[in-house]
């Protein structure tokens, strides 16, 4: 069945360094989103991309990176300068960015100890 | 203030019980979803609405787009409708989300 797989589902990482969450869709979408959720919060857009080798920022996109090589892949790195990095993750995609069910991964835990 | 306003934040029902999550925005918008998050974080999506009402078994979504409204209702609710439910809306090229709306139904 089609959809999306994010991994891992639990990481911890310590002050200082990078991590990197994998993002894979086989729904042959072209765009893909990273969201972080904290508690009681709605969704926070990351970083979103519409086609491969191209992303954008969004509103929270300060201390983490992204690549979009393949299609089906949209990797998210939280770096040592992000400062409160603790937090659930989702990835996404649709078709494209207006009018399309959207279709979430299970989310990943980040826990910095 | 968040540009998506979800009522109530927290809901507790019994069994059976009709439910109506409301949803209120501030701009004129493409599409609304109404999302349902489930306790282990993931997230499926269950209506896109432009307009009018959507029905999906046990659940209908209803939009006004001229009052900026939405409302998302549970018919003979169960324990595994517990859940948090959130509701986002499209504009453009960007997706705003409410904080959720944490249903318990309780048996």
């Known amino acids: ?113 | 203030k968040n540009e998506v306003e979800q009522s109530p934040q927290n809901l507790t029902a019994q069994e059976g019980e009709f439910i109506t999550i409301n949803c209120s925005y501030s701009v004129g918008i493409s599409a609304l979803h109404w999302l349902q998050q489930h306790p282990g974080g993931g997230i499926v999506s269950l209506f896109m609405l432009s307009s009018g009402k959507k029905k999906h078994g046990r659940l209908i979504a209803t939009i006004n787009i001229q009052e900026k409204h939405s409302s998302l209702h549970i018919t003979a609710s169960h324990p595994r409708d517990s859940a948090v439910y959130i509701c986002a809306y499209v504009k453009n090229n960007d997706m705003r989300f409410g904080a959720g709306t944490r249903l318990t139904v309780k048996p």
């Open chain 1, 1 to 113: 069945d089609g959809g999306i797989t994010q991994s891992p589902k639990y990481l911890f990482r310590k002050e200082g360094q990078n991590v990197t969450l994998s993002c894979e869709q086989n729904l042959n979408h072209d765009a893909m989103y990273w969201y972080r959720q904290d508690p009681g919060q709605g969704l926070r857009l990351i970083y979103y991309s519409q086609i491969v080798n191209d992303f954008q920022k969004g509103d929270i996109a300060e201390g983490y990176s992204v690549s979009r090589e393949k299609k089906e892949s949209f990797p998210l790195t939280v770096t040592s300068a992000q400062k409160n990095p603790t937090a659930f993750y989702l990835c996404a995609s649709n078709m494209d960015r207006v009018g399309n069910t959207i279709y979430f991964g299970e989310g990943s835990w980040l826990t910095v100890v």
